[in-house]
């Protein structure tokens, strides 16, 4: 079956730095991927729709310049959290289209830990 | 617009019985739909998928899901739990067409006693 990976699978920074969260698909290319943040003991919440080539589109109340993402190939995906602060901390979730209709492939998720 | 609901927040069920997890959709045409279960700290892992055909579907470790159009359900199902099951479920929908994204339920999570 198709595999999408992230990495890193967990992360803790300081207030105030950037970090990058990769998502790889790794024996299919996705033309979309898409970035979900899950909060403990809640549902997954689209962030936004990446697709190759193109620029990210965002869901209502995300910020584009604080989550900023990068789909520069078939494989990749990044989602590059900037001046992360402590709300920021979550449950960062990817995923890929299936290349052979509807669905996706989810990655292991990474947990973004901000002091 | 489209929703889905997960009536059950938890439930708890006995190792060796069996197991109905509910799920209702609000979507104006039959949508695609798809069960996923996580695992503490885990991605999610797709259990199984409706697009068309049969409306009972089978899907991995012995689960299965009946889409009931006339009822906007799509009910996951096992007749006999293990213990490894306990784990959060999510149902989703998905509109027909491709690169579109998953609309998740709020999720059940299911507890397993011995």
């Known amino acids: 079956g198709a595999v999408v990976s992230q990495h890193p699978s967990r992360v803790i920074c300081k207030s105030g730095t950037s970090v990058k969260i990769e998502c790889r698909s790794l024996?299919?290319?996705?033309?979309?991927m898409f970035w979900y943040r899950q909060f403990p003991k809640q549902s997954l919440m689209l962030m936004a729709t990446?697709?190759?080539?193109?620029?990210?589109?965002?869901e209502q109340g995300v910020e584009k310049d604080k989550f900023l993402i990068n789909h520069a190939s078939l494989t990749l995906s990044t989602l590059t959290v900037t001046s992360a602060h402590p709300e920021d901390s979550s449950f960062y979730i990817c995923?890929?289209?299936?290349?052979?209709?509807?669905?996706?492939?989810f990655g292991p998720g990474t947990r973004l830990t901000v002091l | 617009a489209q929703s889905v609901t997960q009536p059950d927040i938890h439930i708890t069920v006995s190792e060796g019985a069996s197991l109905e997890l509910r799920c209702n959709y609000s979507?104006?045409?039959?949508?695609?739909l798809f069960w996923y279960v996580q695992s503490p700290g885990q991605g999610l892992q797709l259990l199984l998928k409706?697009?068309?055909?049969?409306?009972l579907v089978q899907g991995i470790k012995g689960f299965e899901a009946e889409f009931k159009r006339s009822q906007s359900s799509f009910n996951l199902r096992k007749p006999s739990v293990h213990w490894s099951d306990a784990a959060e479920y999510f149902c989703?929908?998905?509109?027909?067409?491709?690169?579109?994204?998953?609309?998740f339920g709020k999720g059940t999570t299911l507890s397993v006693s011995s």
């Open positions: 024996d299919f290319q996705a033309t979309t």
């Open positions: 989703a929908v998905a509109p027909n067409q491709a690169g579109t994204a998953l609309i």
């Open positions: 979507y104006g045409a039959t949508p695609y």
């Open positions: 990446s697709n190759e080539g193109s620029k990210a589109t965002y």
């Open positions: 995923s890929a289209s299936a290349p052979d209709g509807p669905g996706q492939f």
């Open positions: 409706y697009f068309s055909g049969d409306t």
